[in-house]
């Protein structure tokens, strides 16, 4: 027997959450792996369909769970208000730094290995979000927001921000988004401050 509910709480990091049936009664532990042919992450107040089991504790949990997606009218504010589409300022930023680190070497003197070092670390942090979403996807260990966010401060933000693109994985969690900008935007800064003459003068002495 089927039922509908929706997702009451869910923890993105540790892939699992609870559901309220619609018909009422008590919340229903759900995991992961309990959803078949998951498209993408489940999210508070998302409707679902699932079955009922009883585990070995005793304790009810969802099992053959589908996210019920919205109907087809409501689609278009929803690919609107999507954090993971390519909006302005996601559109334009990497370029933008692009112009802005060629101006540096232009007008300043900034370390060459810095090159370098963003390419690696964009590397570096694509494949750790690929890693992660795999991760989550599977119900395995995750790596923490904080190690991405230390990866994207380091230099590895271009590779952040294409695989929160590519693989639509971080771009919806407001809270992280909002911690992210905010190391892209101390990276850039302390380009700046390297491609300044003040910088120079600082390491000549």
Do not use: C
Not at 141 to 153: P, V
Request: hydrophobic share 45%; aromatic share 12%.
């Amino acid at each position: 027997m089927r039922f509908d509910g929706k997702i009451k709480s869910w923890n993105d990091e540790r892939g699992f959450g609870f559901i309220e049936p619609t018909q009422g009664g008590q919340e229903i532990f759900v995991h992961i792996k309990a959803f078949r042919g998951l498209h993408e992450r489940p999210r508070t107040h998302q409707r679902v369909s699932f079955q009922v089991e009883v585990g070995p504790q005793g304790k009810k949990r969802a099992i053959n769970a589908e996210l019920i997606r919205a109907a087809p009218a409501s689609r278009p504010s929803t690919r609107r208000g999507n954090p993971a589409s390519w909006g302005t300022a996601t559109l334009f930023v990497i370029p933008a730094f692009g112009i802005v680190v060629l101006l540096g070497y232009a007008l300043g003197q900034p370390p060459l290995w810095l090159l370098g070092v963003y390419l690696g670390a964009s590397i570096l942090t694509f494949l750790v979000y690929a890693i992660d979403k795999s991760a989550a996807q599977s119900g395995a260990w995750r790596i923490s927001e904080q190690t991405l966010h230390l990866l994207a401060l380091a230099g590895g933000w271009p590779g952040a921000l294409l695989a929160q693109q590519m693989l639509r994985h971080k771009s919806a969690k407001q809270e992280f988004r909002s911690v992210f900008w905010g190391t892209v935007g101390l990276n850039v800064m302390a380009f700046i401050f390297l491609a300044s003459p003040y910088a120079s003068h600082i390491i000549r002495h």
